[in-house]
């Protein structure tokens, strides 16, 4: 009788488990997303989620929501398993992308008019634009935990994010914290201001960025030219046109006078991914991680 009274506690358990489990996620839907195109409510949690923003996708996966995209677009190359397809969007195909049926579309820009254009065919879209400062970056990660269905797991990432970067920051003695930076964004000498997202980063660990006297107009992304750079003698040049262009501490040696550049004297030209170097997920932190190793150097 004992037993018997166990196997049906048991059953029950098995079955009221599931349902209490149910109940939970519904209970969390709706919910309301403060995006960049205003307040929008995610009515029930999305399983039909497409990516048009690179960023983006990296986020959904980072938060756990993989197994709920169902379409990327073609610059979305950040991780590998992330249903690819040529989707675009730079030029967003409004009905290529509403014959996925999509039940949320994630964009970084509203090119053409693709959020209004989506919502009047009644999808759900957030626009979650490029971050300019790290906090942004943050917040949109939970964003869209939020709008899948894992809040818990997208502050779980920020935490860690976090920390991360916290100890990455504190590993550069308070000595290399002086350094001036030159970040390369392609061989013709553009390149990034304290302004900017990335600037910001340099910024964190204090140093002085050659690319902000240079920016006459404001834009954030000036041109500079070989002679200035010279000049200016960065002790780090970051270079995040390696995949691109195949620019490399070797081909910046060989560059006509940068070879009394301090950064090449010292061993701190560093070579990041071109995608890590404009993106504003959580591999950020690998790209800090890439510059504290350079400005550790004696």
């Not at 983006?56 to 709920?68: I, N």
């Not at 991780?79 to 039940?103: C, F």
């Not at 939970?142 to 916290?166: C, F, W």
């Not at 910001?200 to 000036?222: C, E, M, Q, V, W």
Request: aromatic letters at 6%; proline letters at 5%; hydrophobic letters at 45%.
């Amino acid at each position: 009788m004992l037993r018997r009274s166990v196997v049906l506690v048991a059953a029950l358990a098995a079955i009221l488990v599931p349902l209490a489990a149910a109940k939970s996620n519904a209970a969390s839907f709706p919910v309301t997303i403060h995006a960049a195109n205003g307040d929008v409510v995610v009515k029930s949690r999305p399983t039909r989620i497409i990516s048009l923003s690179p960023t983006g996708t990296e986020d959904l996966f980072a938060v756990g929501a993989g197994s709920q995209v169902i379409a990327v677009d073609n610059d979305s190359d950040y991780p590998k398993n992330a249903p690819h397809t040529t989707l675009s969007g730079y030029t967003p195909n409004v009905e290529a992308i509403a014959g996925y049926n999509p039940d949320l579309v994630v964009v970084s820009n509203d090119i053409g008019g693709v959020v209004e254009s989506l919502q009047s065919l009644h999808v759900t879209v957030l626009l979650e634009p490029a971050a300019n400062t790290i906090a942004q970056a943050y917040d949109e990660i939970r964003q869209l935990g939020t709008a899948t269905g894992h809040q818990a797991q997208s502050t779980k990432v920020v935490t860690g994010m976090e920390k991360a970067l916290t100890k990455i920051l504190r590993s550069v003695p308070k000595s290399n914290r002086h350094l001036t930076v030159y970040d390369e964004l392609d061989p013709t000498y553009y390149s990034a201001t304290s302004s900017t997202f990335i600037g910001r980063i340099f910024k964190l660990f204090g140093f002085r960025n050659i690319a902000d006297a240079a920016d006459t107009t404001h834009s954030g992304y000036p041109q500079l030219n070989a002679e200035y750079i010279v000049t200016s003698n960065p002790a780090i040049v970051v270079l995040a046109d390696t995949v691109c262009c195949g620019q490399s501490a070797a081909t910046v040696a060989a560059r006509p006078g940068w070879g009394g550049i301090s950064a090449v004297k010292n061993g701190r030209v560093v070579a990041v991914n071109d995608d890590i170097a404009s993106r504003w997920g959580p591999r950020i932190v690998d790209f800090a991680r890439a510059i504290a190793a350079v400005a550790r150097k004696k």
